[in-house]
């Protein structure tokens, strides 16, 4: 009985922990990551557009790295990828303390924003992975039983 009873305790708290709530949350983390790379991307190419007769094929390049990455992050952050959250939260990170040191309050705003947002989907899509462990190892366990 002792059994049992912890049996529907863990699964009542699994089913809990993957609500729709935490699935909402990882792909708005995901679509948020993705449109500021689009946002970013696009930016960025009308900034080098208009500086086209300054920069160098390698100063394009250099200008657009970081939109492109962020883009390809939220392409992998839609399909679950962990690491497709931090690279953009280090990349905000980064540039929240040169906005800091800049001064411009505005973009510091925005960009703690942005932060807070990924932090939270990137915490909700690790406890949904520990979770699918965890799942996987009763899974196991009541298949040896």
């Known amino acids: 009985m002792g059994d049992n009873n912890n049996n529907e305790f863990y699964e009542k708290l ?3 922990a993957k609500s ?3 699935s909402v949350t990882i792909k ?4 948020l990551i993705l449109v500021l790379g689009i946002i970013s991307l696009i930016t960025v190419s009308a900034t080098a557009f208009s500086l086209r007769d300054f920069l160098t094929p390698l100063d ?3 200008l657009l790295i970081d939109s ?3 883009v390809c992050c939220g392409i992998f952050a839609l399909k ?12 905000y990170a980064i540039t929240l303390i040169q906005f800091i040191t ?3 309050w505005t973009n510091v705003f925005l960009r703690v924003g942005v932060l807070i947002s990924l932090s939270i989907a ?3 899509l690790l406890d949904l992975k520990r979770i699918a462990k965890v799942e996987e190892s009763m899974r196991q366990m009541s298949n040896y039983q």
Do not use: C, M
Not at 28 to 31: L, R, S, T
Not at 80 to 91: D, E, K, L, Q, S
């Open 14 to 16: 699994l089913n809990e």
């Open 20 to 22: 729709s709530t935490n």
């Open 28 to 31: 708005w983390g995901a679509v």
């Open 60 to 62: 394009w390049v250099v």
């Open 68 to 70: 492109i990455i962020i």
């Open 80 to 91: 679950g990828h962990v690491w497709a959250f931090v690279v953009p939260i280090i990349i």
């Open 102 to 104: 800049a001064g411009q």
């Open 122 to 124: 990137l915490k909700q």
